[in-house]
């Protein structure tokens, strides 16, 4: 699915002041999406993901700062756009689907004059135009009885097709980039299937970029065909979807795949494999590498610096100094017995 | 060949608790610090008034009667805010009119936080026919205009200081019921509640220590605007006459007595204006603060 | 009798929606449970919203009651037992760590609460309990004097199992206790679990909509739908060969995060019906994509008694004696 590049992320760093201190949430993060394809950015809470897609769409809150080498949309340098400019852009070019339904459509107004609102703010286009154009998008993401829809309140609607709305409602202005922030996890796992179903279909037929952040890896498995890795702010491994997958290169990463029951593979009743502690604070500089502490593999050299990200051929890139063949098999399990 | 991360024996820091943070954070707020230090201000000046001054707020020297203050000309340091038209220092009915004050505000607002809360726990914690009945209560109490039923309770009972902390005690509760009723509800609903009907606690402990402990920051904001709200009221039924009578001392008072020399002697009425003034204005500045810091900023 | 330690027998809960003005309507969040958990059994009970679990649930703490039919802990009805009595039989574990313990306490106070309100020991040995229970679930020791807000996600669930455990229930329900953790903390959390199912064992009941983990962790499972139990028996086997096509469309939904996972596509038809107005006949059939003429009219009974399942025409059946199996 490669095709020419729509979105280039280069250094994104998001600052938050607090009190005596400043958060370093997102560090020095590179991202980049092309035609057709999906990248997902997985990590668990407190890796940046959501405030990476925030400072991308330009909606970080007030007290963040960000700074960054590069965006570009398209060949448009985002870096110093102006919030006219942003404003310009998202849900026209850039359109985001948010995690959960219930708090993304906003409850006061009925669905057909949300999606009117849409086209009207990024298109000069008559009323009944918008809703011609609403209907066929409610009618795309195989939402019954549409013309009823479009009078209808949010609260009104299930969470699965208030989410398929929402997935209207992003396509309205045929954007080139959708930014799915956890688009299914407030889902039921039926619906789940047919959500992820109906996003890829949509990106087949018309080419969107599609950024999926998310912390299930089985959602990962099935819709992307990159895979970004965060962990504490940073890119920590990046590669093709089944690539990383089946050989996975960071020990977060590989500590990820093996927590996970897998019904048929993991046995039952055996104990699943875990990551001690938990993720640490993100506060000034990186004077080593930020998984140190959690990592069955670390000796002293990994406290001597920050990690930098490596590439290792086949566009798998990697952040740990430890290559494979220095890695001791036997280490996660040591590391379980001694937690 | 894990690296051992922190080898220090870890501890805990106790200074973290809910209340302590909030503490910490309200000595941060610039509101609070002005707010708290005028109000402690006026409590001191009050609590030492015979101390400051060697004057008897209520014995009349007819010979001295509308002595200017110490600023304008013919001013002396014996009398140092002047005199009234009874000749009664006027700095000595200062700072015995600020007991009054803080006295009715204090004692108004416990006999109304007492109604108040316990009636708004009862509707938010209940629901259902116990909240149609205490709304309905509220909704009565409000049609209520607290300044004409005092007078008129005044009028019939006749007015002491005790009358009126009790009078404005039950009338001013109902912004309790209404804020602990929506606090108790958003807390109700919270799994902990669950929780602990589920270990068998009795439905008074549930309230005591699940519930309440997790209102006080509504409360709080709550018992602030009302202490202001008292303090005025009072204020203005002594101005009426209605309250406070001679020979004790209130601010209100003062302000009627010195209401017919509005333009001669504007000094006399600015006095104890100012100082209604500032105090209420310290106690909002307080209430300002706390409910800046007991606003939920998001997750810990 | 003497083995079960839970009996549900036709267990009803409905409720009445709508104010004073609207038309009254019915919501059947549970339409004739029977369920019967044995001694050191672990439960799992699956579904999605709307399928009643966490209305079983809140029946099982004794937080609602159930419209009709009986529930039987250890031979006696539950509403038998007292506010203290039923306090010691069953205990729960929540989804939100976040929401389940009181920010006010420390959570010293909040694993000793059940102790506290019962007057059992004194401070100092309920303190000891404390520390005791602290160590099984693996929460360090110094935490003890902490307030909620300085723990972690994965640190606070644990406390929440702790306070669960320190009375010695019979009954431990579990209503997606991971669900809300990072991927990470809920392998821990799971560990926990099956580490002290069996040097306890307890008895547990396990809801969560993550098929995943209730495979590994419960001995039985028990598929929910809009209020009704679907299917029934053990793990493996309903993995393996399930016979109600929502099961079937329930473990096929289960996304893999292995290379060359696809997107399954799960033939569901329509939407999600409403517990308001529960389609007639059988619950599943305007979804069903091997539905029949008669699975609209007739509501299909529960067969099979360890192996169960409620459907017209089961899948994977072995039996020649069923016609029309579909496939």
């Given amino acids: ?339 | 060949m894990t690296v051992a991360a922190n080898s220090a024996a870890p501890t805990i820091d106790r200074s973290m608790s809910p209340g302590r943070v909030a503490l910490r954070r309200a000595l941060r707020h610039g509101s609070f610090w002005v707010g708290g230090f005028i109000l402690l201000a006026i409590t001191i000046a009050a609590i030492l008034a015979p101390v400051l001054t060697h004057h008897d707020p209520t014995a009349q020297d007819l010979a001295r009667r509308f002595l200017p203050p110490i600023w304008a000309d013919k001013g002396s340091w014996e009398h140092i805010l002047g005199t009234d038209n009874l000749g009664r220092d006027y700095l000595a009915r200062l700072l015995y009119g600020a007991r009054i004050s803080l006295i009715i505000g204090l004692f108004t607002v416990l006999i109304s936080g007492v109604i108040g809360t316990a009636l708004g726990v009862a509707a938010g914690y209940w629901g259902g026919w116990v909240d149609l009945i205490i709304n309905f209560v509220v909704t009565i109490r409000l049609t209520l205009p607290v300044v004409l039923v005092a007078l008129v309770v005044v009028a019939l009972i006749g007015s002491s200081l005790s009358l009126m902390i009790v009078v404005i005690g039950l009338l001013l509760w109902d912004r309790f019921a209404i804020v602990v009723r929506s606090a108790t509800q958003q807390v109700a609903q919270r799994e902990f509640i669950i929780a602990a009907r589920t270990i068998g606690s009795s439905t008074g402990r549930i309230l005591l220590k699940e519930i309440l402990p997790n209102i006080t920051g509504p409360l709080i904001v709550v018992a602030s605007i009302e202490f202001a709200h008292a303090i005025l009221l009072e204020a203005a039924l002594s101005f009426l006459g209605l309250g406070v009578q001679p020979p004790e001392v209130s601010w209100g008072l003062m302000v009627s007595e010195a209401k017919t020399q509005l333009l001669f002697r504007p000094w006399m009425v600015a006095i104890p204006g100012a100082a209604l003034v500032a105090l209420i204005f310290a106690i909002n500045l307080i209430g300002d603060a706390i409910r800046d810091v007991t606003t939920p900023e998001g997750r810990a | 009798m003497t083995n079960d330690v839970l009996i549900m027998r036709g267990v009803t809960r409905e409720y009445a929606v709508g104010g004073p003005f609207a038309k009254k309507k019915t919501l059947k969040a549970l339409r004739g449970i029977d369920l019967t958990v044995s001694r050191g059994q672990t439960l799992g009970l699956v579904g999605e919203s709307g399928c009643g679990k966490s209305t079983l649930a809140k029946i099982l703490l004794g937080v609602e009651e159930p419209t009709a039919g009986t529930v039987l802990v250890d031979g006696r009805p539950l509403n038998s037992y007292d506010r203290l009595e039923r306090a010691k039989l069953i205990q729960p574990v929540f989804q939100d760590p976040y929401s389940s313990l009181n920010p006010r306490m420390t959570v010293e106070a909040i694993i000793s609460a059940p102790l506290a309100v019962r007057g059992v020991g004194t401070r100092a040995s309920r303190r000891k309990r404390v520390e005791e229970l602290a160590a099984e679930v693996g929460l360090p020791r110094h935490l003890v004097d902490a307030y909620p807000s300085q723990l972690s996600g994965g640190q606070r669930q644990r406390v929440a199992i702790a306070r669960a455990l320190i009375g010695e229930p019979k009954i431990l329900i579990c209503d997606e206790p991971t669900s809300a953790l990072d991927v990470s903390v809920q392998s821990q959390i799971l560990n926990l679990l099956h580490r002290l199912k069996q040097e306890l064992n307890l008895t547990m009941i396990l809801i969560s909509h993550n098929l995943a983990v209730v495979h590994h962790l419960a001995d039985e499972v028990a598929v929910m739908y809009l209020g009704q139990i679907v299917e029934r028996g053990p793990s493996e086997e309903i993995f393996e060969r399930p016979h109600h096509p929502y099961t079937d469309a329930l473990l096929k939904a289960v996304l893999i995060p292995r290379p060359g996972s696809r997107l399954p596509d799960l033939g569901l038809q329509a939407e999600f019906p409403s517990p308001l107005n529960p389609p007639s006949g059988c619950a599943f059939h305007p979804r069903c994509p091997y539905a029949q003429a008669d699975c609209s009219r007739i509501a299909p009974a529960t067969r099979g008694e360890q192996r169960s399942y409620r459907c017209h025409y089961p899948l994977n059946l072995v039996e020649a004696s069923l016609t029309s199996a579909a496939s």
């Fill in chain 1, 1 to 339: 699915m490669r095709g020419e590049p729509i979105l280039e992320v280069k250094g994104l760093q998001v600052e938050i002041p607090v009190e005596g201190a400043v958060l370093r949430p997102v560090r020095g993060v590179d991202l980049s999406v092309s035609r057709g394809e999906t990248v997902a950015v997985v990590g668990e809470s407190g890796c940046g993901k959501s405030l990476t897609a925030l400072a991308i769409m330009g909606l970080l809150p007030r007290a963040a700062r960000y700074t960054c080498e590069r965006i570009t949309l398209k060949g448009e340098a985002l870096t110093n756009a102006s919030p006219r400019r942003w404003r310009q852009l998202r849900g026209d070019r850039i359109a985001m689907i948010f995690q959960d339904p219930m708090t993304a459509l906003d409850p006061c107004y009925r669905i057909g004059d949300q999606m009117r609102e849409i086209l009207q703010q990024h298109r000069r286009i008559s009323s009944q135009a918008a809703r011609e154009r609403s209907l066929e998008l409610l009618r795309k993401v195989g939402i019954p009885s549409p013309e009823e829809r479009l009078s209808q309140f949010p609260h009104q609607l299930s969470g699965g097709l208030r989410q398929r709305v929402m997935i209207a409602m992003a396509l309205l202005c045929e954007p080139e980039l959708i930014i799915a922030d956890e688009p299914t996890t407030a889902l039921d796992v039926t619906i789940q299937a047919q959500i992820l179903r109906l996003l890829r279909e949509i990106q087949r037929d018309t080419g969107i970029g599609l950024i999926l952040i998310t912390h299930d890896l089985g959602v990962v498995a099935g819709m992307a065909d990159r895979i970004v890795v965060m962990y504490g702010g940073e890119v920590v491994e990046v590669g093709a979807c089944d690539d990383i997958l089946s050989r996975p290169l960071h020990p977060y990463t590989e500590g990820l795949m093996r927590s996970i029951p897998v019904p048929g593979q993991t046995k039952r009743g055996d104990l699943l494999g875990f990551i001690p502690g938990i993720v640490p604070r993100q506060v000034g500089e990186r004077t080593r590498c930020g998984f140190i502490d959690r990592c069955p593999y670390a000796v002293e050299s990994c406290a001597t610096g920050p990690v930098p990200l490596s590439a290792v051929g086949n566009g798998r890139e990697v952040r740990c100094a430890i290559p494979a063949e220095k890695r001791d098999p036997q280490a996660w399990n040591r590391l379980a017995e001694a937690s």
